[in-house]
């Protein structure tokens, strides 16, 4: 079985993809004491916080691959909202990593706007010895009800003909929906259904074939932006639930949250698609098997 090591892992999600491809996640490493609970609680790992900007490559497991989903926050458009899209300095680490760990290849996930920070690109996707392929948009609606684009890199030392994912039937929106979802609908929902906020909210119809908005970490924080058309409620909408939210990521049921809501949120919304992972995972595996076979 193949050993990867997974950084930046948040939760997990990404983690159960690759697991579901048949790989071995043998190191996890996350600096969020929260999500290390998440993943004990789920995976039976002993994943503890630790921030990679101060560890040391030589005391991590040798791996046949690496995987880094390092945070996004500073490359995604949004954050020019907040006049935050500087790009940062983590990807130095995930570089430093592969620099000194030398796996036989890896994987970058990230959203499409890393792409306007060349440095980073560069960092990223010149790296001597590797041969590297990127993938962009990776659309997630052709597996799941959600709007969400991501970008990944794949580096190996042999070529390869990496393939992109096979769209497949998608589930439906309404397929994930509660039909008793433990919801709470704070007052400022009815505020923005008003006009109150520069925005009004994104509301989707499951019975109109809607898919959701992207999920967003935040959520928590204001549950307004994104609802679901709903007409057992006042209002004829809703907020999505956590365990809705973590279904329209791919994740499955069996996998619990024991913590806050507004913690499970953010985990989500900074997680990645499963279905994502398990696409990654299974070309990691047709590239042990075939190396340059085309």
């Not at 130095?92 to 920070?117: C, D, Q, S, W, Y």
């Not at 980073?120 to 790296?127: D, N, P, Q």
Request: proline share 7%; with cysteine.
């Amino acid at each position: 079985m193949l050993n990867i090591n997974s950084y930046f892992s948040g939760a997990g999600l990404f983690d159960i993809g690759l697991m579901q491809a048949g790989l071995n996640i043998q190191q996890s490493f996350e600096l969020d004491a929260i999500a290390c609970k998440v993943q004990r609680d789920n995976f039976g790992t002993k994943t503890k916080p630790v921030d990679i900007s101060k560890k040391l490559v030589r005391d991590d497991a040798e791996a046949d691959w690496m995987v880094f989903t390092y945070p996004c926050t500073k490359y995604s458009p949004i954050a020019d909202i907040h006049n935050t899209r500087t790009g940062d300095e983590l990807f130095l680490h995930a570089l430093r990593h592969i620099a000194i760990g030398n796996p036989e290849g890896f994987t970058i996930e990230n959203v499409p706007g890393m792409k306007a920070f060349p440095v980073v690109m560069e960092a990223m996707t010149k790296l001597p010895n590797y041969y590297i392929t990127t993938f962009c948009p990776i659309e997630s609606d052709i597996w799941l009800p959600q709007k969400r684009d991501r970008l990944i890199i794949m580096a190996s030392k042999k070529p390869f003909n990496w393939r992109p994912p096979v769209s497949r039937k998608a589930k439906k929106l309404i397929d994930i929906l509660e039909h008793e979802p433990r919801i709470t609908i704070p007052k400022y929902v009815a505020s923005r259904m008003n006009g109150a906020y520069r925005d009004l909210p994104i509301i989707s119809d499951p019975h109109n074939n809607d898919i959701a908005p992207l999920c967003v970490a935040h959520y928590a924080k204001d549950k307004s932006t994104r609802l679901v058309k709903d007409k057992r409620y006042p209002l004829g909408v809703r907020p999505y639930s956590v365990r809705e939210y973590a279904r329209l990521q791919g994740v499955p049921d069996s996998f619990t949250f024991n913590c806050s809501d507004s913690a499970a949120y953010r985990m989500i919304g900074n997680g990645v698609p499963i279905p994502a992972g398990e696409w990654v995972g299974k070309e990691i595996n047709r590239y042990f098997e075939k190396g340059t076979q085309q």
